[in-house]
């Protein structure tokens, strides 16, 4: 015997919550791209020099020599850590580089990219599947299936 499609619950009609979540999922996804070609594009043109951790107190400071000779110490905010004296490489626009020096790991470099993926993709393409938000009353949204 074979379940017809009358079998199944039908989905819940998409409310204005859900509408609501989905343009914040296609927003943080669209800042993501964003994100992503500004990361490409400082890539293309930046330089790389060996740094050092001067100072690890949550996010470390960073001292580095431009290819110029000026000597730059930046606080990198995230995407490494590292006791005083680990060595690291440093990527930065040597038009600018006190201003866009990173540390050159994975994290530090495309973590501003990362982080709204599975937010955007979660409140973009749940909906898709069958989750509704509803409003729950004055303390929030909830997600219902």
Same mark, same amino acid.
Not at 18 to 26: D, S
Not at 119 to 134: S, T, Y
């Given at each position: 015997?074979?379940?017809?499609?009358?079998?199944?619950?039908?989905?819940?009609?998409?409310? $204005? %919550?859900?509408?609501? %979540?989905? $343009? $914040?999922? %296609?927003?943080?996804?669209?800042?993501?791209?964003?994100?992503?070609?500004?990361?490409?594009?400082?890539?293309?043109?930046?330089?790389?020099?060996?740094?050092?951790?001067?100072?690890?107190?949550?996010?470390?400071? $960073?001292? !580095?020599?431009?290819?110029?000779?000026?000597?730059?110490? !930046?606080?990198?905010?995230?995407?490494?850590?590292?006791?005083?004296?680990?060595?690291?490489?440093?990527?930065?626009?040597?038009?600018?580089? %006190?201003?866009?020096?990173?540390?050159?790991?994975?994290?530090?470099?495309?973590?501003?990219?990362?982080?709204?993926?599975?937010?955007?993709?979660?409140?973009?393409?749940?909906?898709? !599947?069958?989750?509704? !938000?509803?409003?729950?009353?004055?303390?929030?949204?909830?997600?219902?299936?």
């Amino acid at each position: 015997m074979t379940a017809s499609s009358t079998d199944r619950p039908a989905k819940p009609a998409m409310n $204005i %919550a859900t509408v609501i %979540a989905m $343009i $914040i999922g %296609a927003a943080v996804l669209a800042f993501c791209v964003v994100q992503a070609y500004r990361t490409t594009v400082f890539l293309s043109h930046a330089s790389r020099a060996p740094g050092v951790v001067v100072k690890s107190s949550g996010h470390p400071t $960073i001292r !580095f020599e431009t290819a110029q000779g000026q000597r730059i110490e !930046f606080v990198q905010n995230g995407g490494m850590d590292g006791p005083p004296g680990t060595v690291v490489q440093v990527a930065y626009d040597p038009a600018a580089p %006190a201003e866009t020096a990173r540390a050159a790991t994975f994290l530090a470099i495309w973590g501003d990219v990362l982080w709204g993926l599975p937010a955007g993709l979660g409140f973009l393409v749940l909906p898709l !599947f069958g989750a509704r !938000f509803v409003l729950t009353g004055r303390y929030g949204n909830a997600i219902s299936r």
